[in-house]
């Protein structure tokens, strides 16, 4: 069975601090995907990354950064130098492939950025 | 490019009442997905469409919930009757599923349901 675990539930850091959201996973496929949604206070979640089992290399954007470890079972997502804007809940999920675009989302992490 | 749209973003209902969520997905998305969220949990799937076939509704309480996707483009779910444990984020979704490399869903800003 697939399942995500975020147990960070809240954190709160001040503005321009770096900060690291946990993401651990189980599954049994061989193939599968890894996702971050962002849902601001708005509602919309917004995607921002995507990667597949056998892409292993970390992979960074502008302030955004991710570490995947299979080794661990890992997806971990690092904000450098936040911003209030990055206030919001942030889902990480999993969908593999013999489920045929099943996502299962963990529960989510709520950052607050304190200016 | 227009995102996901769903209407209404807020609907406030009695119980026993009927609702009705309308999605338009992303243009050229073939299959289409409604979540439910409850608040402080991650979305779960209500029901997925490839075109016009409902490919997945296990988990979709088919007592009081329905769905259709007529001609393969909108999408509306009704609950009759609501009940007060239907209050929730109503989730939408669509994808371009014909190529694995391109079936990122992408999700509209939901409907805040609130049964009284």
């Known amino acids: 069975a697939q399942k995500v675990t975020q147990a960070q539930t809240e954190i709160s850091v001040v503005e321009k601090e770096d900060v690291t959201l946990d993401c651990v996973y189980e599954?049994?496929?061989?193939?599968?995907?890894l996702f971050w949604y962002k849902q601001p206070p708005s509602g919309e979640l917004v995607f921002l990354i995507r990667?597949?089992?056998?892409?292993?290399q970390n992979e960074i954007s502008g302030r955004y950064s991710w570490n995947f470890q299979k080794s661990t079972s890992s997806f971990n997502f690092t904000i450098t130098a936040s911003q209030v804007v990055d206030s919001a809940v942030y889902f990480c999920?999993?969908?593999?492939?013999?489920?045929?675009?099943?996502?299962?989302f963990g529960s989510g992490t709520r950052l607050s950025i304190r200016p | 490019e227009a995102g996901v749209v769903q209407s209404p973003r807020y609907k406030i209902i009695e119980k026993k009442q009927p609702v009705a969520f309308w999605c338009n997905p992303i243009?050229?998305?073939?299959?289409l997905y409604w979540y439910l969220q409850n608040l402080g949990q991650g979305p779960e799937l209500l029901i997925r469409?490839?075109?016009?076939?409902?490919?997945?509704d296990s988990q979709l309480p088919k007592d009081r919930f329905s769905a259709e996707r007529l001609k393969g483009v909108d999408s509306t779910l009704k609950i009759q009757p609501a009940e007060l444990g239907d209050s929730a984020v109503y989730l939408c979704?669509?994808?371009?599923?014909?190529?694995?490399?391109?079936?990122?869903?992408?999700f509209g800003p939901g409907t805040r349901l609130t049964v009284l």
């Open positions: 979704a669509s994808s371009d599923d014909r190529d694995s490399s391109t079936d990122t869903q992408y």
């Open positions: 599954t049994r496929d061989t193939t599968y995907y």
């Open positions: 990667r597949n089992s056998f892409d292993e």
């Open positions: 999920a999993l969908s593999e492939y013999s489920s045929a675009s099943k996502i299962i």
């Open positions: 243009s050229g998305h073939n299959t």
């Open positions: 469409y490839e075109n016009e076939e409902a490919v997945d």
